[in-house]
């Protein structure tokens, strides 16, 4: 999508204006102009001169945004660096309110001249004020006195009168025409009054220079360029407020980044890294970049990006991205991505497009915003001429046509929806919910199913060790020793939970010999001379081990709860059973229950066989849970389900993409693959299915405000219009002043915009995070000694440590301790203290710090 500026917009008819001009350029596929912003997206292979060109013919003006690459032109040969950032500020100007400033300038001038101008035109006439001697008496003055005043308004407003009648030239009629012909009209029957006083005057006819001077409409024409100019800084004020998420975002990107080339630091702008490069972060600073760690360990406050307001430890091999700020350790890490390729950069993206898109329920309020302003003025017409018709004066039918015409807003309908959905996007991003485009904003507040993938999405598509169970006269020691012994040489992911759990209760490690895997099975290997196996039952039987009728209910038991029973022997003799199970994350129960009280159906899918899909299911109290589908069924499960209403896909892996792309709405979970992220209409940045009903709540809310504005834009029309033309005289004697339509004009696009901005207090679902106790219950008061000393700590003083390189080296080589969980170095107090899982002999801690060429000077109590 190619991203363009337009100026010259004034209301929707302007907007509807530029659509119908652009998607008339041959090779354009589609086209999103926005008022709020003054962009427009236009998706196809039309060239931008062609696009400029039709712009430009329809009255406006348009120029493509720096860094967007012109197509065709030179411009698209601009160095890397300076194109990453030329998008960035490009969009930044253009989210700049200079609009309101403008307003406000405007409204001031007006007012200081309106005043002296209602003084004589209302204050004398009405209520008698005193005039100077001057003006006192002399009519033909004081016609000449309003006309100064209210002529100077109209200059100071002349941006009406520009847009209004080019508007006009042009066929395409906007508010502005509306506004610059009632003022006009206003201001034209005045003068002509004003000329015909004076004759009366030479005729010496004192009734007539008085019916005249009650003809004067001035004050009305410069009361309506004056009121309505407050009410467009009013809205221009609070339009500027729907960007605020954007650019709160966009001030996140860090400006320098220090570079380690050759092994010294050196701090450059943030344009200058490319990828690869070494960078150093130091505690308090924020990442400039997408990188990986090399060497450190730290605490990232992610929340910039993901909502998610408790720091993620980060160790060398992990990914770290802009904008996120390092809050402990010092870190060294090398560039991946760099300028636009950034996670912040592409969330930026993703929410300008999505603000820069339109929802679909937005076209019944386009199609009658572009027939709106030609149908108010021959309203406007029609009014004067019956008023006419009808016996009344000349200035009376003005009055009341110049009122259709002021009282009118198109804006009102046409701000109704794009407001709520910037403010909508905007919310989204703060909470880490990205929106690709309006159209999936407005789509997931009409889903009626939600499908949820089991792995990865519902569970944490790692395997982690549930239960520990010995056998009758073994020691849980003993089990745990053994099995660690032999799942620790094989890479399969049960083995990988197995030693995990081993390591984080301190469990001995035995030499084994003669290790093998049993493809399918398990593994076998010699221990102290002897065989031992591990594996499922079939395995065990088969190399001659038996087990006791407890031990096989028990398997079945753990079989049926979705778990996966491993058992391990010792020659014939069974040690016990170690479960594992790909354990349900934390929230996942909550979250099915908050779909549910947003009135879905919760339907859980997966490949995984039926008894493991069930008890799965049933833990989160899916309503339907569909088992053992093929990557390449879940597609035809979706089309399936979509006959039943709207569906929303949730999914995080390769395989979940077809099916992301099949359904009404495909939501990714931020930790999935590229391939899901990029075909998923909403992408999550934590890795939380809670945030599914979050997306779905904020686009309920989201429809539910768009409704609330068109209600109310159209009923301020239909009542207001027939009010201004004079329909209600007759029965209750009611009329409109024009300068009080122009006030209600302005405030009901400001009412509009403002009921928007409600949106801002949607508060998420935040989720009540308690350790998965179901998980754990049946593992023994091993694992409860072993963590209550945990996490021991103490301290040492090294001397010899100068900077925040030295601290990272002291960290190093003490983190790589067997025991040491964490070193934190100060090198201004030499001091270091140090987190343990187990005792740790201060011998190893001495020999560490003094290899790492610092001098180790003791323990402190």
């Not at 060497?295 to 408790?310: D, I, K």
């Amino acid at each position: 999508m190619e991203q363009y500026n337009v100026m010259g917009m004034s209301c929707t008819a302007c907007q509807a204006r530029v659509e119908k001009a652009v998607n008339a350029v041959e090779g354009v596929t589609g086209c999103a102009v926005s008022l709020l912003t003054n962009s427009m997206g236009v998706e196809g292979t039309a060239s931008s001169k062609d696009i400029i060109n039709a712009v430009e013919k329809a009255g406006y003006g348009a120029s493509l945004k720096k860094g967007a690459g012109l197509k065709n032109s030179d411009e698209s040969k601009n160095s890397a660096g300076s194109k990453n950032n030329s998008a960035s500020a490009s969009l930044e100007n253009s989210l700049e309110d200079k609009e309101t400033k403008a307003m406000k300038k405007r409204f001031l001038a007006s007012i200081i001249i309106l005043v002296p101008l209602m003084y004589v035109s209302m204050g004398h006439m009405m209520w008698n004020w005193p005039l100077p001697q001057f003006l006192d008496s002399n009519h033909v003055a004081m016609g000449l006195y309003e006309l100064l005043l209210s002529a100077l308004v109209m200059v100071i407003n002349q941006k009406f009168f520009i847009s209004g009648f080019k508007g006009i030239i042009h066929r395409a009629p906007n508010m502005d025409s509306l506004i610059a012909l009632g003022a006009t009209a206003s201001f034209g029957y005045s003068v002509f009054a004003l000329f015909a006083m004076t004759g009366a005057v030479l005729e010496q006819n004192s009734a007539s220079v008085m019916n005249y001077m009650n003809q004067f409409y001035f004050e009305s024409s410069a009361m309506i360029l004056t009121l309505i100019t407050f009410g467009k800084m009013l809205e221009s004020r609070s339009k500027g407020k729907t960007t605020n998420a954007l650019k709160a975002l966009m001030k996140l990107a860090p400006e320098t980044a220090v570079l380690i080339i050759d092994g010294v630091e050196k701090t450059v702008p943030v344009e200058e890294v490319k990828p690869g490069d070494r960078f150093a972060v130091r505690p308090g600073e924020k990442i400039p970049v997408d990188g990986i760690v090399a060497e450190g360990q730290s605490a990232v406050n992610e929340s910039a990006l993901t909502g998610e307001s408790v720091p993620v430890e980060k160790k060398a091999g992990d990914k770290v991205s802009a904008a996120t700020i390092n809050t402990s350790g010092y870190l060294i890490c090398q560039a991946t991505r760099v300028g636009e390729d950034t996670t912040l950069s592409e969330i930026i993206k993703m929410v300008s497009d999505a603000q820069a898109t339109k929802a679909p329920i937005a076209k019944t309020a386009d199609k009658v915003s572009g027939v709106f302003v030609p149908a108010v003025i021959g309203i406007a017409l029609v009014t004067f001429a019956a008023w006419l018709i009808a016996g009344e004066s000349f200035g009376y039918a003005i009055a009341r046509s110049v009122s259709v015409l002021v009282i009118s807003c198109p804006c009102a309908l046409g701000l109704a929806t794009p407001v709520a959905i910037m403010v909508a996007s905007g919310v989204g991003a703060r909470s880490g919910i990205l929106f690709k485009t309006a159209v999936s904003l407005e789509q997931a507040g009409r889903t009626n199913i939600v499908v949820l993938d089991k792995t990865g999405t519902v569970t944490t598509g790692i395997m982690k060790v549930t239960d520990v169970l010995e056998a009758e006269g073994i020691s849980k020691e003993k089990l745990l020793s053994f099995a660690y012994s032999l799942e620790a040489k094989s890479e399969h992911p049960i083995s990988k939970a197995v030693t995990s759990y081993s390591k984080q209760n301190s469990i001995p490690l035995i030499e084994t010999s003669d290790f093998e895997t049993v493809a399918g099975n398990g593994l076998k290997a010699k221990i102290n001379g002897k065989k031992v196996y591990g594996g499922n039952s079939d395995y065990i039987n088969s190399v001659g081990a038996s087990f006791s009728k407890s031990i096989e209910e028990k398997i079945k038991e753990l079989s049926f709860q979705g778990k996966t029973p491993v058992l391990f022997a010792e020659e014939n003799t069974v040690l016990g059973i170690i479960a594992v199970a790909d354990t349900i994350k934390e929230d996942s129960a909550e979250a099915v229950s908050k779909l549910k009280e947003l009135g879905l159906r919760v339907v859980m899918l997966t490949g995984d066989n039926e008894i493991t899909a069930l008890a799965i299911g049933e833990q989160i109290s899916a309503d339907t849970i569909i088992a053992e589908v093929k990557p390449d069924q879940k597609a035809s499960v979706i089309k399936g389900l979509m006959k039943e209403g709207k569906v929303t896909m949730v999914g995080d892996g390769i395989n979940d993409a077809p099916a992301l792309t099949c359904a009404d709405l495909g939501i990714a979970i931020g930790a999935g693959t590229d391939v899901a992220l990029d075909v998923a209409d909403i992408v999550l940045m934590k890795n939380s299915i809670m945030d599914v009903a979050n997306a779905i709540r904020i686009s309920k809310s989201t429809l539910r405000n768009i409704r609330q504005n068109l209600f109310w834009a159209f009923f301020y029309n239909v009542i207001g219009i027939p009010l201004a033309a004079g329909c209600y005289v007759s029965a209750f004697g009611w009329t409109l002043n024009p300068a009080f339509g122009a006030a209600a004009m302005g405030l009901s696009s400001f009412c509009v915009v403002t009921n928007a901005l409600r949106l801002n207090f949607v508060k998420p679902y935040k989720s009540n995070r308690t350790t998965n106790s179901a998980a754990f219950e049946n593992t023994t008061t091993l694992e409860n000694n072993t963590n209550k000393n945990k996490e021991n700590t103490m301290k040492i003083t090294v001397k010899g440590m100068m900077c925040q390189h030295c601290e990272a080296h002291v960290k190093k080589a003490l983190e790589a301790i067997d025991g040491i969980e964490s070193a934190s170095c100060d090198h201004e107090k030499s001091l270091v203290t140090i987190t343990t899982s187990k005792p740790v002999d201060e011998a190893a801690i001495k020999a560490a710090v003094t290899d790492a060429g610092y001098e180790y000077e003791g323990m402190l109590d």
